[in-house]
């Protein structure tokens, strides 16, 4: 079956540093790939997508680029903000085989002036 | 505004006893879902809904039912709740199918005694 891997939080990061969470996904066929951002108390929203290999998603200065040889779609800032505390996920999902949407675990990311 | 609305917002309850989480879009949508959170395990997908009278299970089906009589509404109904459910639950709609962009609820946090 489909499963996606992020690395483990919480990430600690000081404001204006470089951000990566890591995502690596297991996948049949050829899933689209999602980030998804959690605010505290709230429902997750959509942060990028990506349909296909190579694809690049971006949004709100996040970056993710879809990289099917790697089977990896690793997020990437290039100055966080202390806004950007939330917990972010990875998400993969394939209309083949049944129409599931499969999540990571879920990276905390602190930001700290 | 377009939303998912979840209610209630917060469910404390004792084992056994029958409930029933709603869930209720205005977006015309024809995918819905509902996904469990807990720590250390990410999001887990449920159920899901490809549209009127038609559902399928998720990843983590044990325990709860589902029914989509109206394209609006996809109510998660526990029949006899035992501690091991008690977790925050979401609940999410799309266009058409997984692979769109999904819109959360803001979450139910039911605890089980």
């Known amino acids: 079956g489909n499963s996606v891997t992020q690395m483990e939080g919480p990430v600690t990061l000081s404001e204006e540093a470089f951000l990566t969470i890591n995502c690596t996904y297991t996948a049949t066929g050829y899933p689209s790939l999602f980030w998804y951002v959690q605010y505290p108390g709230e429902g997750l929203q959509l942060l990028l997508k990506?349909?296909?290999?190579?694809d690049k998603g971006s949004n709100k200065g996040f970056e993710a680029t879809y990289r099917k040889e790697t089977t990896s779609f690793h997020l990437e800032k290039g100055s966080v903000q202390v806004s950007d505390s939330a917990v972010y996920f990875c998400?993969?999902?394939?209309?083949?085989?049944?129409?599931?949407?499969?999540f990571g675990t879920g990276t905390q990311l602190k930001v700290e002036l | 505004e377009a939303q998912v609305t979840q209610n209630p917002r917060y469910l404390i309850t004792v084992t056994g006893k029958k409930l029933t989480v709603t869930c209720s879009q205005n977006m015309n949508h024809e995918y819905m879902s509902w996904y469990r959170q807990d720590p250390g395990l990410g999001l887990r997908q449920i159920y899901y809904s490809m549209n009127v009278e038609v559902t399928d299970k998720g990843d983590v089906p044990e325990g709860y039912k589902v029914s989509r009589k109206e394209k609006r509404n996809f109510p998660l109904i526990l029949e006899s709740p035992s501690p091991n459910q008690t977790s925050l639950y979401f609940c999410?709609?799309?266009?058409?199918?997984?692979?769109?962009?999904?819109?959360f609820g803001p979450g139910t946090r039911l605890t089980v005694l």
């Open positions: 990506a349909t296909k290999a190579d």
């Open positions: 998400a993969l999902a394939s209309t083949g085989g049944g129409n599931k949407l499969t």
């Open positions: 999410a709609s799309s266009f058409l199918v997984s692979t769109d962009t999904q819109y």
